[in-house]
């Protein structure tokens, strides 16, 4: 019975994540630029080695990492993600097996605009923990921050489908949440200005509209998050865990330091 129960949730889950979900994830360019930027952030914590992309969705974010300098695995709830992923080289087990790994044998974890969707994200982050090689980097991007202006004021965020989510979590409690589970938090950035969807005239405009009663989808301040955590290891990986950005990031720019 309760193996029936499991079934039953899973396949609902599946069924919210059909081919009409991922239609705006297709021959989006703004998307897949931006996609390039979060890439390239990540390679400069790491030139190359092996990544785990949890809610992988396409593949079209791991599918920039090159071969051979990056061996490319996902996670995805989805039977029609899971086939096109794997179509683009990147290995997925099934669902039931996702996090079915050796422990410490992935040198990069990502979470992209997934962590909403876990209906368990706390046993997830944990398992992920301890599938990271010490050295290794957990990276939350394109993540909702429900400590933002916008969710304060409204209780949800333009993007964000409420039938499809579970924890909507803050930039406070990640980093609680990530510390307590023994990662070093190095980074939280909130890319607004420098994403392609930013707007800042009629953002504003929106957001007084919204005030006012008229909702319309718009980009603002900290609606999204990044998050670095590193996982402590060798003297030679913790020379490095501060991050990219150590010397340059501020309030100011959209980062916020974390003292250490």
């Known amino acids: 019975m309760i193996f029936s129960q499991k079934v039953s949730w899973e396949e609902r889950l599946k069924a919210l994540y059909d081919s009409s979900y991922f239609l705006a994830y297709r021959n989006d360019p703004k998307r897949e630029a931006w996609y390039r930027a979060e890439r390239d952030r990540i390679v400069s914590l790491k030139k190359e080695g092996r990544i785990l992309d949890v809610g992988c969705g396409l593949g079209k974010f791991l599918e920039l990492f090159p071969v051979p300098l990056w061996d490319k695995y996902g996670v995805d709830i989805s039977d029609v993600a899971v086939q096109e992923a794997r179509s683009k080289g ?28 876990l209906d368990t994200p706390f046993s997830v982050i944990k398992r992920c923990i301890a599938l990271l090689k010490p050295g290794g980097w957990m990276v939350f991007l394109s993540t909702p921050n429900s400590n933002s202006l916008c969710y304060k004021l409204f209780g949800t965020l333009p993007f964000l489908d409420s039938h499809l989510n579970f924890l909507i979590p803050s930039d406070t409690m990640l980093r609680d949440v990530l510390t307590n589970f023994g990662l070093r938090v190095t980074e939280i950035r909130y890319p607004y200005l420098e994403t392609p969807y930013a ?57 916020e330091r974390i003292s250490m």
């Open 90 to 117: 990147i290995r997925i087990k099934s669902y039931d097996q996702a996090y079915d790994y050796p422990e410490e044998c992935f040198d990069v974890i990502v979470f992209r605009g997934s962590l909403q969707h």
């Open 199 to 255: 707007r800042p005239v009629r953002d504003h405009l929106c957001f007084v509209l919204r005030c006012l009663g008229i909702s319309l989808p718009f980009a603002f301040w900290r609606n999204i998050m990044e998050v670095y955590a590193f996982k402590p290891g060798s003297l030679a990986a913790q020379s490095s865990e501060r991050g990219p950005w150590a010397a340059k990031t501020s309030i100011a720019d959209g980062a």
